[in-house]
């Protein structure tokens, strides 16, 4: 008869920590046999799958810098649209070498009335290396305080638009203007200049557009009026929806404006700190709370499919929503520092997927190119209808 050797009880306790301490251990290079440098660890992810793209835009000059920048849109990658309040004089005053967070005492360059601001160089035009093309200063007179520029992706003609509005802080011009592509000629004027009302023909303080297939298009009234303003394509007024305060429908600072495939309406409805859903005729359907200062939306063609991405002017970050408005992903940073925000105001990207931004308090314009090996799901994909179109 064989006598099996005994197994000390504490041996096998000893051998089932080990195993289950093994397989707890983080995924490295020790325990997966896979290459150092396969293995991503630490990092925050700040700039989330782009890298800035330095000095872009090139200085505008040795005595004066950026102001305020309301507005960037890219007719093409050789041809990017920033539109700002006006330049103000250098040297700036030092900003505490600690960040600190937004509001606390840092320097708003550029937010609003910066001392010395010259109203110049509002509507300017880079190529893709951030050389100046030109500076439309032959329509400063239309300028108070220049807020967005937008594109309709149905039009063949590629007009572009741009809007002048601001809340009760200061003047404003209270208008929408339409130019041809080239930006030589005015061909629609909504609004009468500093002329605030709540009428079809006036505006309180006009923010963003959105464009619909059938020509039709939507103002977002915006910093002083609380409503969505429909026209047609010769700019007749045709209805509106929505008042002010904070019940399902109403709003508080109707700050930006986008449609899906579907011909929903989405609004940033920045005060109130949410987005809300609309059908198509402007009837409410739900809303997306919880959102800290939604001040630009879009819906986008991702690799993924369409989805809706904000840029949010108080944490700073890009956030990718489907639409339904679950929470997909999320990256950005505050702060003065390259590939960083302050303030986020509107967003663009360009047929070669870089991403371009305007920022209020930071005073500038940006450009990202996404980085080599990012998952195409993180990157803002095209704007609804202009994915496949401009090239």
């Not at 997927?353 to 930071?362: F, H, I, K, Q, S």
């Amino acid at each position: 008869m064989r006598h099996h050797a005994k197994i000390p009880v504490s041996w096998l306790v000893l051998c089932v920590v080990a195993a289950l301490a093994l397989a707890r251990l983080p995924l490295t290079a020790q325990n997966t046999g896979r290459p150092a440098a396969a293995v991503e660890k630490g990092g925050e992810d700040e700039y989330g799958p782009y890298e800035v793209v330095p000095n872009w835009p090139q200085p505008l000059s040795k005595e004066w810098t950026w102001g305020r920048t309301g507005g960037v849109w890219a007719v093409s990658p050789d041809r990017v649209l920033v539109l700002q309040t006006g330049e103000i004089p250098l040297p700036l005053p030092k900003r505490p070498p600690n960040s600190g967070l937004w509001g606390a005492g840092i320097p708003t360059y550029s937010a609003v009335d910066y001392p010395g601001t010259r109203h110049t160089n509002q509507f300017l035009v880079f190529d893709r290396a951030g050389a100046l093309l030109g500076s439309q200063d032959q329509w400063k007179d239309l300028w108070v305080h220049p807020h967005s520029i937008k594109m309709n992706p149905y039009d063949p003609e590629h007009h572009i638009w741009a809007l002048d509005g601001r809340s009760g802080s200061g003047e404003c011009a209270h208008q929408v203007w339409k130019f041809t592509n080239d930006l030589k000629t005015v061909v629609m004027t909504l609004g009468e200049h500093k002329v605030q009302g709540t009428d079809d023909r006036h505006f309180g303080g006009p923010t963003d557009l959105a464009f619909l297939p059938n020509g039709d298009f939507l103002v977002a009234d915006g910093y002083r009026n609380s409503r969505v303003v429909r026209f047609d394509k010769n700019g007749k007024y045709l209805s509106e929806f929505g008042s002010k305060g904070s019940g399902p429908g109403q709003f508080q600072t109707v700050h930006g404006i986008t449609v899906d495939s579907r011909g929903r309406i989405y609004v940033a409805d920045r005060s109130n700190r949410r987005i809300q859903v609309f059908d198509p005729s402007g009837k409410f359907i739900e809303i997306w709370p919880n959102i800290q200062f939604p001040d630009d939306i879009a819906i986008t063609e991702d690799a993924d499919g369409e989805h809706l991405w904000m840029a949010d002017g108080d944490t700073s970050r890009f956030v990718k929503y489907d639409l339904n408005g679950k929470l997909v992903y999320q990256w950005g940073a505050f702060g003065t520092q390259p590939g960083r925000f302050w303030g986020i105001h509107r967003f663009h990207v360009d047929s070669e997927g870089n991403l371009y931004t305007a920022e209020v308090y930071g005073g500038r314009a940006q450009k990202f190119r996404p980085k080599k090996g990012a998952d195409p799901k993180h990157l803002i994909g095209p704007f609804l209808g202009f994915g496949k179109k401009r090239k």
